[in-house]
């Protein structure tokens, strides 16, 4: 499967952003979707992750009301929609993909996924 994520750039803070990642090279009907970030001199985070197939998510708290991940089956196309964006979300985001289940995505070792697309840089000035 080979990711490639955009929609990154510099915001300011309280404005939105929505990051794409299309996927190709396979059928994804077994696979789940995530979002990282990594901000600068800190570990890469796990964001939200989608099950393809059945849609399900799963958000890791941090970002539960402000983002949204959601799927375009037709386009093979995972968005992440990021509102009231703060400094704080300054970061370099990834999507990854495997097969697996959102959640388990979500709690997985990185370094077992797989699949990973380029990030996009998302900076929030203040």
């Known amino acids: 499967v080979q990711l490639q994520a955009s929609g990154g750039g510099l915001v300011q803070a309280g404005e939105s952003l929505n990051l794409a990642c299309v996927a190709s090279?396979?059928?994804?009907?077994?696979?789940?979707i995530a979002w990282f970030r990594q901000a600068p001199g800190k570990e890469r985070e796990f964001l939200v992750a989608?099950?393809?197939?059945?849609?399900?998510?799963y958000y890791t708290d941090s970002v539960k009301g402000r983002f949204t991940i959601s799927r375009d089956l037709g386009k093979n196309t995972v968005y992440l929609q990021m509102n009231s964006l703060k400094p704080e979300d300054t970061a370099v985001y990834y999507c990854?993909?495997?097969?697996?289940?959102?959640?388990?995505?979500?709690?997985?070792?990185?370094?077992?996924?797989?699949?990973w697309g380029k990030g996009t840089q998302v900076t929030v000035s203040s």
């Open positions: 989608v099950n393809w197939s059945f849609g399900s998510t």
């Open positions: 990854a993909a495997d097969v697996s289940t959102a959640q388990r995505m979500g709690v997985v070792n990185q370094g077992q996924i797989p699949h």
């Open positions: 090279g396979r059928t994804l009907s077994t696979y789940a």
